[in-house]
């Protein structure tokens, strides 16, 4: 299991709020209920759905997998949309596209990770085409302390292939790609890049959803973008298809509804996610050093650390590093080291590794 990413830049208060706005959605229906739309949900988004059939059809639909799975989404594009914030240090977004948001959960994330836009509320738009979606997003986000989440415009619009998208600092799109067939895919892609200044892509953590965002990137890289994170270069994936995929974690706390259908009793759950952030090259920001993309293996006295380390041709691509107590405060850090963690780079003795 991956260790799960904690987003440095998140403000906790907004994952609060959106925790104790979800609490009470449930009211109407009843645990059986819940439960049942829930499964059967989850069975529609793993198949192949066509892309003239919305998943989520009425507020029962929404109802119970917004309380289901909005917090692992939320907790998801924060973790991505960090990582962008601690690359690109510069990057204040004053507005912000949400393509296929659904109920919004990249909407708080957004805030969470930047507040509300500095001196002018974030101008935030969500795109969807399925109504009881967008409705429930609005009514969730009124509740919302932040006034960039509340001012949100929830748009119907049907993503179709060939179409453009409005211009907007940060274009998120979590979540969506699934959904769509290759065609539209690629085409939603394209729009991002050419509307985005900055492009987060976000799919779940499986073999599938990496291969999702791996095009994805392919496709940003291609249209001029920068990949920021969480790769530590822009080059081609050095991971071969089908031998293994790169993805992370996020800690998510469970509510009864996820104890009820998964049948478990931990408190918490990690989602696994994959996600791309790239950006148009006036934004600065610089890439990360290597990641950690396996969970180190700690030995008698010694750290075993699996990197991606960037297309350097001595150190490039995929590889191994063997962190010993000899290297002092580098061995203390690889003991602490989480999977996705950053690995590299000139550290004081308070820190980690030094320069590699």
Same mark, same amino acid.
């Given at each position: ?20 706005? /979800? ?15 829930? @499964? ?27 309380? #289901? ?14 990582? /962008?914030? @601690? ?28 507040? !509300? ?36 415009? &929830? ?9 453009? /998208?409005?211009?907007? !600092?940060?274009?998120?799109?979590? #979540? ?33 959803? #990496? /291969? *999702?965002?791996? @095009?994805?990137?392919? *496709? ?24 293994? &995929?790169? =993805? ?9 509804? =996820? ?11 990690? @989602? ?66 989480? &999977? ?7 550290? !004081? ?8």
């Amino acid at each position: 299991m991956p260790a799960p990413l904690s987003p440095l830049h998140t403000d906790l208060r907004i994952g609060e709020e959106l925790r104790d706005a /979800l609490a009470g959605l449930l009211d109407g229906l009843s645990p059986r209920q819940a439960a049942g739309a829930v @499964e059967r949900l989850i069975a529609g988004y793993r198949g192949s759905v066509p892309t003239d059939a919305p998943v989520l059809r009425d507020r029962a639909d929404v109802v119970a997998y917004a309380a #289901y799975r909005m917090p692992a989404t939320f907790e998801a594009v924060s973790a991505a949309l960090g990582a /962008l914030a @601690e690359r690109a240090p510069d990057l204040d977004p004053a507005d912000h596209l949400d393509v296929g948001g659904g109920t919004g959960a990249a909407v708080w994330a957004a805030a969470a990770t930047w507040g !509300d836009g500095g001196e002018h509320t974030r101008a935030t738009t969500v795109l969807d085409w399925a109504e009881p979606a967008l409705a429930l997003g609005r009514e969730l986000a009124g509740a919302s302390g932040s006034a960039a989440v509340r001012a949100a415009e &929830w748009r119907r619009e049907r993503i179709a292939p060939g179409g453009t /998208l409005p211009a907007a !600092d940060l274009v998120t799109v979590s #979540y969506v790609l699934n959904e769509l067939t290759e065609d539209a895919r690629r085409s939603l892609v394209d729009a991002a890049a050419a509307a985005g200044r900055a492009v987060v892509v976000v799919e779940p953590g499986t073999p599938d959803g #990496y /291969l *999702r965002v791996r @095009e994805a990137r392919e *496709r940003l890289t291609a249209a001029g973008l920068r990949v920021l994170a969480p790769c530590p270069h822009g080059g081609t994936c050095p991971i071969a298809p089908g031998s293994d &995929w790169c =993805h992370f974690a996020a800690r998510v706390s469970r509510s009864s509804l =996820h104890r009820q259908v998964k049948g478990g009793s931990l408190a918490y759950e990690d @989602e696994k996610f994959s996600y791309v952030a790239a950006v148009r090259p006036e934004v600065g920001g610089t890439a990360a050093g290597a990641r950690i993309v396996r969970r180190p293996r700690i030995r008698k006295g010694q750290v075993l650390l699996d990197l991606c380390a960037g297309p350097d041709a001595e150190r490039g691509g995929m590889r191994s590093e063997t962190v010993t107590k000899r290297h002092g405060p580098a061995y203390r850090a690889a003991r602490d080291a989480a &999977w996705g963690d950053e690995w590299g780079g000139e550290r !004081d003795d308070e820190g980690s590794a030094p320069s590699r």
